[in-house]
């Protein structure tokens, strides 16, 4: 797959190459592992949801057009309705907290830099659950799963002005309610573009 452009390594794909599929899911499979751990807080959960996507773009993938929706978008469309659909068929879901996500993939780190971590993470977390959901939304796929106005507008259906709102609100929001819950001001940007 060396030198070749996403959209040449789809053509393969969607023509059943092996090998254009496994750079495909190398290439997406960790920003979509991270949505899927900040949306449901459960690793395995996490794990099946990231597994149930890229079976779906298998299966979809034939009749992707590259055209309609850039490609890490239309990833994100099918993980966003992946976790509508988990949470309609399972609102008793019990789940892990954020912070445990970083004791996983810190191991190295000394244990006053992973407590502080743990406590920065947690209060994150807490916000994230606070703000209004679509607010939410907008800031885990622009921050977490590291996607561009244009591609979260695309994911969502929405128009990237709507976005921009959604995130400056969802930041503006994130900013106080961390404020308030330390005593030193966190940095969050307020107004994050392209």
Known sequence: MLALSEAEIIK?????????????????????FRFFWARVRDHHLADDLTGELFTRMVAELPRYQQRNLPFRAWLY????????????????????????????????????????????TKRIQQALDIIDPGQREVVELRFLAGLSLK???????????????????????????????????????????E
């Not at 469309?77 to 949470?87: E, S």
């Not at 995130?167 to 994050?192: A, D, F, M, V, W």
């Open 12 to 32: 393969k794909a969607q023509k059943n190459d092996p090998a254009a599929v496994g750079k495909l899911f190398d290439d997406h499979h960790e920003a979509i």
């Open 77 to 120: 469309r099918i993980a966003h309705n992946l976790v509508i659909d988990n949470y309609r068929t399972d609102k008793s879901q019990l789940s892990l907290p954020l912070e445990q996500a970083n004791l996983e993939t810190s191991q190295t780190a000394r244990p006053d830099e992973m407590l502080e971590q743990t406590m920065k």
């Open 151 to 193: 591609e979260v507008a695309e994911a969502l259906n929405k128009t990237v002005a709507a976005v921009k709102a959604l995130q400056h609100r969802g930041l503006y929001s994130l900013r106080l309610l961390l404020q308030e819950s330390s005593h030193t001001p966190t940095q969050i940007p307020l107004n994050s573009q």
